[in-house]
């Protein structure tokens, strides 16, 4: 809100001596005022309309109100109907006028000036599609063991249905030892974004904690679900407020690591949403103004993923009946069950929260209450209380935790203490009170590595368990691991567990590792060589050789191979163990896959761990397809490819390889981003369709005299009833606006060439000898670049031959009869022979503006689809342009312009062109012409060309760049 400082009562006496030295003022006219160059704390605002007198300054309050300041202070003045703001009443600004530039300079405190905002927190992706199609899947697996000479079969299967906004999945396997079949999972989801809340009918498991079991149960469950919205920030987060005077660089660094880097114009700097992780980071904010000068500010904040940041809540509310014998049996439901969890982010620094479990028929209670604390920057302290009762006994629980981690050291402690009768479950398990204590710590030193030790304390009722740990870690360069444990348990036997090991990363997807081990009497050591499994196509293995020496020695050997189509995944496992007794074979054959139902398509696939999605580029075969930068297969025959490895919710950029598409296809995008719901499947159409290209002659055939005669000259409007309709539910783009109407004229000899329109029969028109005659125009399909469809006669008779009136305006008959441009011979002024149609627009392009100076045009000449030049004669051509210009000093390029042939899409061509007129400046300036010397480059693509026919001897023309000299001094 703008704030203005007026007359006030307590200045009676300034108020009548402004009357006697400030009312000339008042009654100026605006003829008085001088127009000036306002700028702001070194920022051109724009010009001003100000009165100048006796060293007064006064500037109108719209001026700065135009600039956007918070506040305005001064005394103002009504001038001639118009508010003006005395400078010198303003006593926190500094002025000062340059009267040969006309320039006035104001100096304002930041905190009158536009508030700039910086987003530190990564952005979601913009313009992402979120999918509302049905969709099915069904994985399946077919696991077979030989496990000394005993075999199974497990056959599991999943099965996802997703239906308008839910989604239903269920899951089982049978094992044929028992001849079973076992359901584990079923439930029904729906999940609401906007408030990140699942509701789930069916299966689910309810929430645990250190004093409380989670439980197993069919029955309802609501619950907050931020994963929802993996963007959404639901931890503490940090602003950071300051200013700059001037234009200013700031620089953001964690812990000596920058950060972020952003360029700021003066006024107030709010820094919003600063999440991190690793605990606490010393915040440096560096400002540099343009002179020079810096500034330094630092924050020790402390970053935590335990805390809810204010106002933000956490619940699941479930009541549903237990189930029992999960994974053995299908359906054991038993007793009913309840469960409340709550937790609420009061502030940025403390979490309150509480839990109630509750089997009424067991007669079973537990309560307990939470509290989170972040202590500024110095950790994050937790506390945990609990009461249960079962069976007529109560019992309590307490817990307490405290953590803190800084750049190279870390810090924790846990303690835990339950009396007797206390129970986290309704089965009664008879738990013995327990005191539990642990102490830790890490330290890293950059030149040795991360160091760490922990303490464990457990005592029970009749017995105590204690245990020391020490570890190491040391990575060098990211390519060696070393790592090595120490473990000393102090029990009823004491024992010493020891390992230490290394890894290799000779290639980005292979890894070497060797490690020696030493657990309670057995010893073994280990080499492993491994390749990744890829997301998409392709294989991955791992071989594992160990000798292990226990009661007895052997030699193991354990492989396992994975290969991945496009169709499932083959998986080969197998364990054998030589020994002094005997040899151990142990082999595992797995096959798993995913029949997928998209729309009317279906899809043999790899299995679907999340969501999937059906992907289709035009008819177009044999296209790479990416997700996240990642290599997922090709299209079909047809132009389609399933992707199962989608992430549900997550923004997953797909990807086409648009050199797979041939030059006559038109790409609107090359890449969409798809966040799809839970477990669910969609069909993506990728913006890609062919441009079909046709070329003939319109020819009148006079049926009473037999005479043919090319139609020359004429517009014919084509009715478009073949409009782009896509076909199936597939997730569709918004392509250029498809008129309703195409008109396109005849040349000479009657030749016409269309685009745009696909195969079909079309209603056509056009106007002969006064008549308009009506045709039906076939546009054939075929797989030639420019379709020929020959001569296309038109019945008529001799009354409605053409005379000499032509439909076409003269100038662009002259168009057409112009079918090629004759060569200009080098660094002559040339005669202009420029067509009518670049005449007409003259006033809207830069390429013949050159202020009434004669141009000296030569041309370069390219290959087709290229950037090479066509022949060695064009090399020579541009060092004959270089050799005038470091000759003719005065003379510069005034424009390079880039221009193609008729085939392709208006948008590849201008790219095309462009990328063909700066290969020219480039070899310009390679060979010493100045960059200052080229005032400007730009593509007119294929919208000016220089012959009109399609033949390759016309078309080679139109495949040029054109430099236009001034033998000129540079504007």
């Not at 593509?939 to 220089?946: E, F, I, Q, V």
Request: hydrophobic fraction near 35%; aromatic fraction near 14%.
């Amino acid at each position: 809100m703008i704030q203005l400082k007026s007359l006030k009562k307590a200045a009676v006496i300034s108020f009548f001596l402004n009357i006697f030295f400030i009312s000339p003022y008042l009654f100026a006219s605006i003829k008085d005022e001088v127009v000036l160059s306002l700028i702001i704390n070194g920022e051109k605002i724009g010009d001003s309309f100000c009165i100048i007198e006796d060293g007064k300054i006064f500037i109108p309050l719209e001026s700065l109100k135009e600039a956007k300041l918070r506040k305005i202070g001064g005394i103002s003045f009504n001038i001639a109907g118009k508010e003006y703001i005395d400078l010198k009443s303003w006593e926190e600004v500094n002025f000062e006028l340059n009267e040969e530039k006309l320039e006035l300079n104001l100096t304002i405190p930041p905190e009158y000036l536009p508030v700039n905002i910086i987003n530190l927190y990564p952005q979601r992706r913009q313009n992402v599609i979120i999918p509302e199609q049905n969709s099915v899947f069904l994985n399946y697996r077919f696991d077979y063991s030989n496990v000394e000479g005993v075999r199974d079969l497990f056959i599991n299967h999943e099965l996802g249905i997703r239906l308008n906004k839910l989604s239903f999945l269920t899951n089982g396997y049978y094992f044929d030892n028992t001849n079973k079949y076992t359901r584990l999972d079923t439930a029904i989801y729906f999940d609401d974004r906007k408030t990140l809340n699942r509701f789930v009918i069916g299966d689910f498991v309810t929430p645990s904690s250190p004093t409380t079991s989670g439980n197993k149960m069919i029955g309802i469950s609501y619950f907050k679900k931020f994963n929802i919205d993996p963007y959404f920030i639901y931890k503490p987060t940090f602003d950071i407020r300051t200013f700059a005077n001037f234009r200013s660089e700031v620089e953001i660094y964690l812990d000596d690591t920058l950060f972020r880097k952003e360029f700021v114009p003066p006024g107030e700097i709010n820094m919003l949403d600063l999440y991190y992780y690793g605990g606490r980071k010393d915040i440096k904010i560096l400002i540099k103004d343009p002179f020079g000068r810096t500034e330094l500010i630092s924050y020790p904040l402390y970053f935590t993923d335990i805390m809810l940041k204010k106002g933000m809540r956490d619940f699941n509310y479930s009541i549903g009946f237990l189930r029992e014998d999960y994974g053995t049996v299908s359906n054991k439901y038993t007793n009913l069950g309840i469960s409340v969890f709550e937790r609420f982010g009061y502030t940025e620094y403390l979490n309150i929260g509480g839990q109630f479990v509750s089997v009424p028929s067991k007669d079973f209670y537990n309560i307990s209450g939470e509290t989170n604390f972040l202590l500024s920057h110095y950790g994050v302290l937790g506390l945990l209380g609990s009461y249960s009762y079962l069976n007529d006994k109560s019992g309590f629980a307490l817990m307490g935790s405290y953590s803190y981690n800084k750049k190279n050291i870390g810090f924790r402690t846990t303690g835990f203490y339950t009396w007797d009768n206390f129970s986290s479950t309704y089965i009664n398990l008879n738990e013995e009170a327990k005191k539990s204590f642990s102490i830790g710590t890490t330290y890293y030193i950059s030149s040795l590595g991360s160091f760490s030790f922990d303490y464990i304390h457990n005592k029970y009722k009749n017995s105590e368990k204690n245990s020391i740990n020490f570890g190491y870690t040391k990575s060098f360069k990211g390519r060696i691991n070393l790592f090595a444990n120490l473990t000393k348990r102090f029990e009823e036997n004491n024992d010493t567990e020891f390992f230490i090991g290394i890894s290799i990363y000779p290639k980005r997807e292979y890894t070497a590792s060797a490690r020696l081990e030493d657990t309670r009497g057995r010893t073994s050591e280990v080499v492993q060589f491994s390749k990744s499994v890829p997301i998409g196509e392709g294989y991955g293995y791992r071989i594992n050789l160990e000798k292990e020496k226990a009661n007895a020695t052997s030699n193991n050997i354990n492989t396992y191979l994975q290969y991945r189509t496009a169709h499932g995944v083959l998986e080969i496992d197998g364990f054998f163990k030589d020994s002094r007794e005997k040899l151990y074979e142990n082999t595992r054959l797995a096959y798993s896959g995913a029949i997928a139902f998209m729309g009317n398509k279906i899809g043999i696939i790899r299995p679907i761990n999340d969501s999937f999605a059906l992907v289709k580029v035009s008819d177009v075969p044999e296209v790479r397809v990416d997700v996240n930068g990642q290599m997922i297969g090709r299209t079909d025959k047809r132009g389609y490819i399933f992707v199962p490895e989608v992430n549900s919710y997550y923004d997953n950029l797909f990807t086409i390889n648009d050199k797979d598409i041939p030059i006559e296809y038109d790409i609107i995008t090359k890449e969409v981003a798809v966040s799809p719901w839970y477990r669910s499947g969609f069909c993506l159409s990728f913006p890609v369709k062919r441009v079909y290209r046709y070329s003939g002659f319109l020819i009148a055939n006079y049926l009473d005299s037999g005479e043919k005669k090319p139609l020359e000259f004429h517009e014919i409007i084509i009715e478009n009833t073949h409009q782009d309709k896509e076909q199936n539910s597939c997730i569709a783009f918004a392509d250029e606006k498809q008129e309703k109407e195409i008109k396109i004229n005849t040349g000479k000899n009657g030749e016409f060439y269309i685009e745009s329109l696909k195969p079909g029969i079309y209603k056509a028109k056009l106007k002969i000898g006064g008549i308009v005659k009506e045709i039906d125009l076939v546009l054939i399909d075929s797989k030639d670049t420019i379709i020929n469809l020959g001569n296309v006669e038109i019945p008529l008779q001799s009354s409605q031959k053409q005379k000499t009136i032509f439909n076409l305006p003269e100038d662009d008959r002259n168009i057409k009869e112009k079918s090629i441009i004759e060569k200009i011979v080098p660094f002559e002024e040339p005669v202009d022979k420029t067509p009518s149609m670049l005449k007409a627009k003259k006033d809207t392009t830069t390429l013949l503006d050159f202020n009434n100076s004669k141009p000296l045009i030569h041309k370069i000449y390219f290959k087709f689809n290229s950037t090479r030049l066509s022949s060695k004669s064009d090399i020579k051509t541009l060092m004959e342009v270089i050799h005038y210009l470091k000759n003719n000093k005065p003379a510069y390029v005034k424009i390079i312009v880039g221009h193609c042939d008729q085939l392709g899409s208006r948008k590849y061509n201008y790219k095309l062109g462009l990328r063909r007129a700066k290969f020219v400046k480039k070899y310009l300036t390679k060979h010493g012409i100045p960059t200052e010397r080229i005032k400007e480059v730009v593509s007119y693509g294929r919208d000016l060309p220089a012959c009109q026919n399609l033949n390759e001897s016309c078309r080679k023309l139109n495949r040029r760049v054109e430099i236009h000299i001034i033998n000129d001094k540079i504007e």
